[in-house]
């Protein structure tokens, strides 16, 4: 009897068995569709795979934003010093990282000279203060039994011996400055307009003088043209001029070792600083504590240390990063230390691409590290001392989950700098004399962190065009150890989502 195909679709028909199939046919035909349905499945596994290839090729895009030291550059140091992952290509390969090293020794010098040299400007003032005559005295001056009843401080000789012995210093931080500058930097001016949280021409604009490195004019560029220079000349020319330098200013400093100690060590100039509530430990690039170690000529300098140092970044730094192993194997990174603000928040204030070039980064971000200094909350911007810093970060972050270009990208906030608020806290300082909304809350950091979360959290809510989770971690970022656990889970967690994306375009 003929089959009919009546009602039949003509696909199902062509593979039917043919009628009267004998059971040797039978046999044979169905180990042929075997082997086609393997061949086929093994097709769509390739094929998938390359989609998989395909979506990771596309860069991964992470921005670092936050107020000035806040530790933007921090973490990525941090990354990059323990050496993750095993292949950092372009900057961070081991060799390269192993040069930037030398670059750094001069960097912490400058911060350990001027650390001293600040102490030094404080000292002098105060000097000059107690030695004016209290009728003629200008201002109220710390220590003036006449104006505050507190006993004026007792310089004695040793301090203008000090003053005197250490002047070399100046020269030192000059000279350092210099280096640094002739190879990759840039003296440059902040004003108060160009990083308050709006810039706003009422604000009076205090010019501050910091040291810098420039984006277009940075470490890369200063490690490229050490080693052009190696390779032309040798040891010799540029190179050993610049070895010389470094050699003197390291001999300079190690000679100046007792006098520092001394001057970091005296009770007077310890009361000094403590009247003028002058934290120099806190400050950034803090390296008095070790200068036993770093004030020597055979110096060598850690990770740690540099980790720790301080220099500004200006403008827009980037750093590319090629996964060979875990999650992000095979994947590229692209990382951007956003160091300048000054078009970032005017470009999250307009969230019109037009109008700033910071927002060629913001376009197609997959995340953005935010970093809030949390143990700031009872410190004023240096640049405008006006603003409370705390405030400063809730305003740049409410204008960074409110950016409608944004609006897709994975936030994560770093509370960081705990270490720091540990130890204020445990000095004392009460929360609640800065933020009065604390109120009377245990003045711990347990504490103390989940109500500044709290606020985070609020803003985001608040503010995103969009619902979005609400990522964050409690950070020090200079602890190497734990920035690293925080940063593979942050790191999988972005990779997730990128693959998201890139699912859905
Ligand atoms: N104790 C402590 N110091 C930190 C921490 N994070 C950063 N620092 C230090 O704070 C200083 C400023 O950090 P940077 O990473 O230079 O800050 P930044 O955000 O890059 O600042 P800009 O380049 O001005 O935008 C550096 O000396 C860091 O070593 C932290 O969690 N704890
Ligand atoms: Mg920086």
């Known amino acids: 009897m003929g089959r009919s195909f009546e009602g039949e679709d003509p696909l199902t028909a062509a593979l039917a068995p043919p009628p009267n199939e004998t059971p040797a046919e039978r046999e044979i035909r169905e180990r042929t569709e075997c082997e086609a349905k393997r061949v086929s499945d093994e097709i769509d596994a390739q094929l998938r795979r390359e989609r998989e290839n395909e979506k990771k090729r596309k860069p991964v895009k992470l921005l670092l934003l936050g107020q000035s030291e806040s530790g933007k550059t921090a973490t990525l140091k941090s990354e990059s010093s323990c050496f993750r992952r095993l292949t950092f290509q372009l900057l961070y390969c081991k060799r390269q990282w192993s040069e930037e090293r030398t670059s750094w020794r001069c960097v912490i010098l400058l911060n350990l000279v001027r650390n001293i040299n600040d102490i030094l400007d404080i000292l002098g003032r105060e000097m000059a203060a107690a030695n004016t005559p209290p009728p003629r005295r200008q201002s109220t001056s710390i220590g003036s039994p006449n104006t505050s009843g507190v006993p004026l401080l007792k310089f004695k000789d040793k301090h203008r011996l000090l003053r005197l012995r250490l002047a070399p210093l100046r020269r030192v931080q000059s000279d350092l400055e210099q280096r640094l500058g002739a190879a990759a930097t840039e003296l440059y001016m902040t004003s108060a307009t160009s990083a308050a949280p709006f810039d706003n021409a009422a604000f009076p604009s205090r010019r501050e003088r910091e040291f810098s490195v420039h984006s277009t004019n940075g470490w890369k560029t200063a490690l490229e043209r050490f080693r052009v220079a190696r390779r032309r000349s040798g040891e ?270």
């Open 236 to 505: 010799s020319g540029v190179l050993r001029r610049v070895r010389d330098m470094e050699d003197e200013v390291q001999g300079v400093i190690a000679g100046c070792r007792e006098d520092m100690r001394s001057v970091w060590e005296d009770r007077v100039v310890r009361e000094m600083l403590s009247r003028r509530k002058a934290r120099v430990e806190d400050s950034a690039g803090f390296f008095l504590n070790d200068l036993d170690r770093i004030a020597r000529t055979d110096y060598q300098i850690t990770d740690d240390d540099i980790i720790r140092a301080r220099l500004r970044t200006v403008g827009v730094q980037e750093y590319r990063v090629t996964f060979e192993h875990g999650h992000s194997a095979g994947s590229e990174w692209r990382m951007y230390d956003v160091g300048d603000l000054v078009p970032v928040r005017l470009s999250l204030r307009s969230s019109c691409s037009s109008i700033s070039c910071a927002t060629r980064y913001f376009d197609d971000c997959d995340a953005i590290i935010f970093l809030a200094p949390v143990s700031c909350f009872d410190e004023k911007l240096a640049e405008d001392r006006r603003v409370n810093r705390l405030e400063d970060s809730y305003m740049l972050w409410k204008s960074v989950c409110g950016c409608k270009l944004l609006a897709r990208t994975q936030l994560v906030l770093f509370l960081n700098k705990c270490d720091l608020l540990q130890a204020k806290l445990m000095r004392g300082t009460k929360v609640r004399d800065s933020v009065p909304s604390f109120g009377d809350r245990r003045n711990d950091v347990a504490t103390a962190t989940r109500y500044f979360q709290q606020h985070f959290k609020e803003i985001l809510r608040t503010y995103s065009p969009v619902q979005r989770p609400f990522y964050v971690h409690l950070t020090s970022v200079i602890d190497t150890k734990s920035t690293a656990v925080t940063l593979g889970a942050v790191e999988e967690s972005i990779l997730r989502d990128h693959l998201r994306r890139a699912d859905l375009m």
